[in-house]
């Protein structure tokens, strides 16, 4: 199993109640896995919790067999800069590099920029002629079709994608998760996609619903 | 509907109480070096009208020779054709170990004056001023130093005479000064018997010249309180820019509350108002702290900035600072003057903000970038006008004007030029980290540009003082070293002791040096007259700028005279001139020594000529060449053989080391206002760094998502400091040089006199740089801290806005 989630739980300081409450779950390498739920059911947190990006209070959360509980900060840092990737619904680059630089970046912080795979990314993504320009400088869909980029450069086991196509219409909606699922399946990297659209959600491998804490 | 308003404009400073502490700490500063400042210079000018009213003359015209003094004959005609005059004879002298101004006056003519009205009271007081033994009055400090100085009338203490001035019976004066039958100028009393023939016919020599209030001392020391000002406006330019900056941020961060307040109803005039209401009351409470500190940081100064110019100008300057309603409105008023211009680009664009416009932290960065250009632009123009300026007002004014131009517009330039640096050297930096560290820089300089600013003009200003300060020490103990040819100085009780040292040394050292003076009134000004003897050390050693051909035979001669340079800069006294130093006596000017530190005019003789238009020149001090002799030895000898005091001798060393403290105690405040400008430009960075704090999360937490740690980034963070104040310190090491230069050689001979040559300090560049990169990494430590400590889940609020 790639990802493996055993009953985790999470509190956030000052909250009443756990946010997750004894969540399990499994992803194998190369399956896409969808995660719906109602605003504040915690999924966002749970995929959080499964790139490092954040701590959890009890239960056990392994990738490639690593048990994240026993990681610092430097390790949790190398876990998410050289086995998993992240795609945000706010797209999230980095305002001061171009769209080349943006797409090059996390395979090389990962060190191991594959340039003949990038420029096919970048055409496949639609974004050859946009390279030289500065984020600010794209519409939405455009800056979400760099940060799948982004991720995919870097070769990842496994790609977290918090609500990817959330500030998108439509129709870019629809063109990025076509994109993102021929890319994923094409590059054999496994897909954990958190997303309010029960749309989205159909496109993936396995789908599950999250309610209140618990996989329901 | 204005209380909710308010109530609501209030609420963003109780949510962001850094951001309002910052603000209030950057109107704090700037008006506490400003008003201090002020005060200092408050307090010296209202010390020199004391000055003046404590002579009770302010007000009296006067009449004066030109080049020299009144003939004592012509006072008498001038009594007897019934003009009501008082003389007055006025001069410099060392008494006991202490150097002062000496006036005499005729206390039976004298307009009323505090100093002897105190008098009154005491009826055997006035009649001992007058009688043979005579009375001095000095300020208490001096009184006690001089009471137990033998050779001197009866000292009496009066707070009313200003410092470091004795007054006395011109009787008593002219025997101290050494100038018998001499009268500077005669003050025309105000009631005047009528019918009396006019002044230009009886005295046709003698000019008649308006009253003065502290006028002398004032334009003498005019050149020292407009540095200080500079230094002041500087310092409050420095404090502005924080300001600037926190006012341009809350404004951005408020523009969602005040696009709802106007959805709501609230007119933009109201608005408007409140806001500018706002910012007054935040700038009376800046300004009102600043005031305190502005008082304690001038009443820590005034004691040194009180020495400098009596060692400068022999202003007297008491030590006390008072605190006056003028100043503290003065000060008040400069902070709300300074916050509501920095603050009027804000409330004017908030004026005029359509009530859709999106808001945006970016916009503000974005903003401040487009407007890099003209900022270039603006930079070019203030320095071609600094330029202009010099050369089409010749003199302090245009030398002040050059240096304003020259600091703010290099300090406009800087953002543009670290710009080009910046996307210059991103193409040099290998490695992706770096190459995002040179990106996010050059991304981050709008917010930051202001603060480094204020750092590049902190930079340049402590370069270029420290530069024109040690090149001046360099240069004065260099000068010291010609001038102190002897290797013991020594001082007898009176002159009969004098002639006994001199003829017991005689046989014993290699050579004896009298050291003879007296004062005259040469170009319009008191001026120090010295006779030298024929010694190989002052041929060889003499420090002169400008001479003529054997100039020192023609000096020794009696053909001739040395002038200083401040003499010659001032009276236009160049070899080939002509200087009158007393009726009837006149000499080509030989050449110019450098006289660093002396306030007044100096000229070099033999001493047969100054004896023969001088009598009873004291000779009571003596500089000796040992030779062979040890000058410790010589010192034991002196003293045990005439029983001299040890204040009598001093020997080359101690002089030099005495010469050299009070130098350096002149350029204390220098110091001090340096490193506070360096201080708040510290300051400027960390509240730079602090209020840019929430446009930095959503560049930093994707790359800490990417696989950055924290720690990793809090370090690039203190990195990214350290990078833009070395570059900001590198571009500041040419503006500081430039500084130096116009200090050196516009700015200090209009306001001293003298011109100094400039040397480089390389080794004070580093420690300043060292102090620099200090600053700005003890400034960039705290957001790097914060970063460091911040949870995970504040960083992952900039990815799930939603949640």
Known sequence: MLLEIDTVTKTYPGAARPVLRGVSLGLAAGETLALTGESGSGKSTLLHLASALDSFDSGEIRLEGTALSGLDDTGRARLRRERVALVFQQFNLIPSLSVAQNLAFHARLAGRLDRDWLAELTERLGLAELTARYPEQLSGGQQQRVAIGRALAARPALLLADEPTGNLDETASAAVMDLMLDLVRASGTALFLVTHSQAVAARADRHLHLAAGRVA | MRRAALQALWSHWRRHPLQLATLLAGLALATALWSAVQAINAEARASYARATAQLGVAALDRLEAPGGPVPLARYVALRRAGWQLSPILEGRATLGDQRLRIVGLDPLSHPPMPAVQTLASDPEALPQMIAQGGLMLAPPDLAAALRDTPGLPMVRASAEVPPGMVLTDIGVAERLLHREGQIDRLLILPDQPMGLQPLDRLAPDLHRLPGREGADTARLTDSFHLNLTAFGLLSFAVGLFIVHGTVGLAFEQRRAMIRTLRALGLPMRSLTALMLAELVALALIGGGIGLVLGYLVAAALLPDVAATLRGLYGAPVAGGLSLRPVWVLGGLGMAIAGTLATGAGSLWRGAHMPILAAPGLQAWAERAHRAARLQALAGV???????????????????????????????????????????????????????????????????????????????????????????????????????????????????????????????????????????????????????????????????????????????????????????????????????????????????????????????????????????????????????????????????????????????????????????????????????????????????????????????????????????????????????????????????????????????????????????????????????????????????????????????????????
Request: charged share 15%; proline share 6%; hydrophobic share 60%.
């Open chain 2, 381 to 803: 123009g203030l320095i071609a006008a600094g330029l202009l300026a010099l050369w089409l007002i010749p003199g302090l004014i245009g030398g002040f004007a050059l240096l304003a131009g020259l600091m703010l517009g290099a300090a406009l330039l800087l953002p543009p030029v670290l710009g080009l640096i910046l996307t210059l050297g991103r193409r040099l930096v290998g490695g992706v980290v770096g190459e995002w560290l040179w990106a996010d820089m050059r991304a981050q300089l709008p917010g930051i540009s202001l603060a480094l600013m204020a750092l590049l003009l902190a930079l340049a200003t402590n370069i270029g003082v420290g530069t024109m300060v040690k090149s001046f020490r360099l240069t004065f103990v260099g000068w010291l070293d010609q001038r102190l040819v002897a290797d013991l100085y020594v001082t007898a009780r009176d002159d009969a002791q004098g002639a006994e040292i001199a003829r017991w040394l005689a046989p014993r050292v290699a050579a004896v040096l009298p050291l003879r003076e007296a004062e005259f009134q040469i170009a319009g000004a008191p001026a120090e007259v010295y006779g030298v003897v024929d010694d190989v050390s002052y041929r060889d050693h003499w420090p002169l700028i400008r001479h003529s051909a054997a100039g020192w035979d023609r000096v020794l001669t009696g053909q001739a005279a040395f002038v200083n340079e401040q003499l010659a800069r001032r009276a236009g006294l160049w070899p080939g001139a002509e200087v009158r130093i007393a009726p009837g006596w006149a000499l080509p000017v030989a050449g110019v020594y450098s006289d660093y530190g002396n306030p007044s005019g100096q000229v070099i003789v033999s001493i047969p000529a100054l004896l023969a238009h001088a009598r009873a020149v004291p000779n009571r001090r003596f500089g000796i060449r040992a030779g062979a002799l040890p000058v410790a030895d010589l010192m034991r000898d002196l003293q045990t053989q005439f029983d001299l005091p040890a204040a009598a001798l001093i020997d080359n060393a101690g002089l030099k080391a005495r010469s050299l403290a009070v130098f350096d105690k002149t350029f204390v405040v220098t110091g001090a206002l340096n490193l506070l400008t360096l201080g708040v430009a510290g300051f400027a960075i960390l509240t730079s760094l602090l209020t840019l704090w929430s446009l930095r999360l959503p560049q930093i937490a994707p790359v800490w998502a990417l696989g950055l740690t924290r720690a990793d980034l809090a370090r690039l963070e203190i990195g990214r400091s350290l990078a833009l104040a070395l570059l900001t310190a590198l571009l500041a090491l040419p503006l500081g040089l430039a500084l130096a230069w116009v200090l050196l050689k516009v700015i200090n001979v209009q306001a001293f006199g003298w011109e100094l040559p400039m040397s480089l300090f390389p080794l004070d560049w580093l420690r300043l740089l060292a102090l620099a990169l200090l600053a700005a990494g003890l400034a960039a430590a705290l957001p790097a801290r914060r970063l460091y400590r911040l949870p995970p889940s504040d960083l992952l609020k900039v990815f799930a806005n939603a949640r």
